[in-house]
């Protein structure tokens, strides 16, 4: 188990992470003083635990944790702070714990263990799902059976795109020019493919396949272990598949026709 600890009080947050480290589960713990560098942290590593001080120097807590679940889904976000007044935001980002200052050894244990049964829940589900995505013809994606609707097809299409790159990661510029064809990737273009992106994101983690995804400072890309596609086994020569295909490999892109030419 990976925790990470924020908080601008070095006296408390010394404190927190020698009580995380002393848990029963004996955690890797990883403090900072400064949301920026927690953040820096978090794209090179996923934690599965953030405790979080709400009110930091240089950055509100509550805006941290939405940027750790940006980069970073899965990890259960506990919050500590001397204002009780908090607890509201707190509860609607559906924050995994909420601690009070001065934080007790025995609350401690009993938030951590809490979010690390849930952790072992979502890991135990995510063993059980099938998560099939096929190419031929046109693009879909199905967990157990279900199919996944995409509120933005854009965000549907920077999927196929990032299927289509076999695991390579996609600089946000890259990806950016397949969506919007001869669009400049100015700052309010920027905002609206993060739109995009965040979309994806939300839509993945609602149908509990959000690690599906993975960003870094190389980009974004898929994660082809989690998940069957026809085109991989394509390309491992899977003759059941070979035998499948039909000539046409994502019908409503035009940039899938480059594949689609080396297919055929």
Known sequence: MRILCVDDEKLILDLTVSMCRALPQKPEVTGFQKAADAIEWVRLHKADIALLDINLSDMNGLKLA?????LSPNTAIIFLTGYSEYAVDAIAMHASGYLMKPVSEERLKAEIDYAAENIALRKAARGKRN??????????????????????SRSKELLAYLV??????????????????????????????????RSLRQTLEDYGIGDILEMGKGGIRVVPVLFDCDLYRFYDGDAGT???????????????????????
Do not use: C
């Open 66 to 70: 939405a940027m750790i679940k940006e």
């Open 131 to 152: 998560i099939v995505i096929k190419t031929f013809g046109n693009f879909h994606v199905l967990v157990n059976g279900e199919a996944v609707h995409f509120p933005r």
């Open 164 to 197: 289509d790159r076999h695991g390579s990661f996609v600089s946000r510029a890259a990806a950016f020019s397949v969506l919007y064809e001869n669009r400049q990737y100015d700052r309010p273009m920027q905002k609206q493919f993060d739109v995009i992106l």
């Open 242 to 264: 070979v035998n499948a295909y039909r000539g046409e490999y994502m019908s409503e892109y035009a940039w899938a026709s480059i594949t689609e030419a080396n297919i055929s």
